[in-house]
């Protein structure tokens, strides 16, 4: 490709902003980096792309860059964080009982998965993110992650499971709240 | 409800919940368009971000994109008005109205210390939560600027830009006229004072933030890169006070004692001199009350007061003139500047 070309085919990176920033700030929350933090991840995440952007070359979609981006960010950021405020948040969830599951409210959902992911294995957190919160095909997670689509396969698998036992956990003990 | 719908729900809701607000969209494009501004490197890949055609000065190109994505929201008032309004309240911030640690807070950047990740994960921050006074919870806000201007020039300083529609490209010519008070040319000249101000404002707000996360190593590095780049600058004390603070978190303790005397001696009646003596450095002598040392002590408090106040009004000339760029003679008025 001619280099006029290249240059051509690069999107503006107000455009990238726009399309993907809902995207990164929600990739960010899902891999654990602390509330108090998101912000600065999720601005390392495009301050990297504004940094690449012009040498992109297209060999993957720009959804799978960017997320690629906002992977590597994530893990620099939980490493030593580890999510101290939302291991008290943790708690204090752990320690409420959860409303009728019929209305459970966006935020309360929200919370129970974060809470979920943040007790699941990171390798299969990384994988339950990408292919069932941002709807990412296994070849191109197989590729942020660098690892074997059956890796991947098998990680998701065993994911689901975990979400599910967590949901029929959840769900029994709403139950046990009804009753009551 | 079934297991099975039960999964869907709480997923869709998760995928709902989880992403950001309007709000958090536009603290964050606002917060990223300073520190795109405010990096050495701020318009090294500008040619993604101007959309003009031709070329065009890199820092002023990575501003105006951003900036021209502002238009027709009200961030587009909130972003110039910051910038604007900014300089102001960030100078009292650290300056006159100095009441501690109080300016807005500012994204914490790894341009400095902080190791670089694997290949694409540019950048690490390692915090906790350490906050140094009640202004650490406060919602982020953005780090002053003055201006555009503020980009200090980059080895490339002229790229070719893309192409983009003739509108979106003269509403970045606007943005970069009302954002840059002295003509296009600016960018590409030297550092001025103001924006030497501005740059040295963001990166003593993002060591501190470092700091209130627990990243002293981030945040020594930013105050050292501030040695190497405002030797002289504007913010010396709170820049010192910052290094005692980080060699604290960073247990060390010998060195923090030893700037901790020093910046002791030099400013005995600084509002950060408790906070040092409360912090590892505790050792450090308070200051004797002999005549030598008040003297001293006047003197450096006289000359940092006198360059802070003209570093102040500076700052309110520069207002002024946007606020009439902008608003005409309402919003100068309203600032209170004399015609």
């Known amino acids: 490709m001619a280099p006029d070309q290249a240059r051509a085919s690069v999107p503006e990176f107000t455009e990238v902003f726009r399309q993907h920033f809902d995207f990164v700030w929600r990739t960010i929350r899902s891999l654990g980096v602390a509330d108090a933090l998101v912000d600065d991840a999720v601005q390392e995440v495009f301050i990297c792309v504004h940094r690449r952007l012009p040498d992109f070359e297209r060999r993957s979609a720009l959804k799978t860059w960017i997320y690629s981006i906002a992977y590597h960010t994530a893990q620099n950021f939980r490493r030593s964080a580890r999510r101290r405020e939302a291991s008290e948040l943790d708690d204090e969830m752990m320690s409420r009982e959860p409303g009728p599951s019929e209305h459970v409210a966006g935020a309360e959902a929200g919370r129970f998965v974060l809470q979920f992911l943040d007790r699941l294995p990171r390798e299969r957190r990384d994988v339950f993110v990408l292919c069932v919160l941002e709807e990412l095909a296994a070849p191109d997670v197989a590729e942020i992650l660098q690892i074997k689509l059956n890796t991947v396969y098998s990680r998701l698998r065993l994911a689901r499971v975990d979400f599910r036992t967590a949901l029929e956990r959840f769900k029994k003990s709403d139950r046990r709240v009804e009753a009551t | 409800m079934n297991v099975d719908e039960l999964e869907r729900q709480f997923i869709r809701a998760a995928q709902h919940e989880l992403g950001p607000s309007a709000a958090d969209r536009e603290r964050n494009q606002v917060a990223l368009l300073d520190r795109l501004a405010a990096e050495p490197w701020g318009g090294a890949s500008g040619g993604a971000l101007g959309a003009g055609k031709g070329t065009r000065s890199i820092g002023a190109g990575a501003l105006a994109g951003i900036v021209g994505s502002m238009r027709g929201s009200r961030l587009g008032i909130l972003g110039v008005g910051l910038i604007v309004g900014a300089v102001v309240g960030g100078v009292f911030g650290f300056g006159l109205g100095r009441s501690g640690w109080n ?18 994960g540019e950048s690490t921050a390692e915090p906790a939560s350490m906050p140094l006074e009640a202004g650490s919870g406060e919602p982020d806000a953005v780090v002053p600027h003055l201006a555009p201007a503020a980009v200090e020039p980059s080895p490339s300083l002229e790229v070719p830009t893309s192409s983009g529609s003739a509108d979106a490209d003269a509403a970045r010519r606007r943005s970069v006229a009302n954002a840059k008070p002295h003509g296009p040319r600016r960018a590409v000249t030297p550092a001025q004072p103001e924006s030497s101000l501005a740059i040295e404002l963001a990166m003593l707000q993002r060591a501190r933030r470092a700091l209130n996360a627990d990243n002293g190593r981030l945040a020594l590095g930013i105050v050292q890169e501030l040695d190497e780049r405002f030797p002289n600058g504007v913010l010396v004390e709170e820049r010192s006070a910052t290094r005692i603070l980080s060699l604290c978190q960073l247990e060390r303790v010998a060195e923090a004692k030893q700037s901790a005397r020093a910046f002791l001696e030099r400013y005995p009646t600084s509002v950060y001199a408790e906070r040092v003596r409360q912090s590892c450095a505790a050792a450090a002598p308070r200051p004797s009350h002999g005549r030598a040392v008040r003297r001293s002590a006047r003197r450096a408090s006289g000359q940092l007061e006198g360059a802070r106040h003209r570093e102040l009004a500076r700052a309110r000339r520069l207002d002024c003139r946007l606020r009439g760029q902008r608003l005409g003679g309402r919003g100068r008025a309203a600032a209170g500047c004399s015609e």
């Not at chain 2, 300016?103 to 210390?113: G, R």
């Open chain 2, 103 to 120: 300016a807005p807070p500012a994204p914490v950047t790894d341009a400095v210390a902080a190791p670089r990740a694997a290949p694409s």
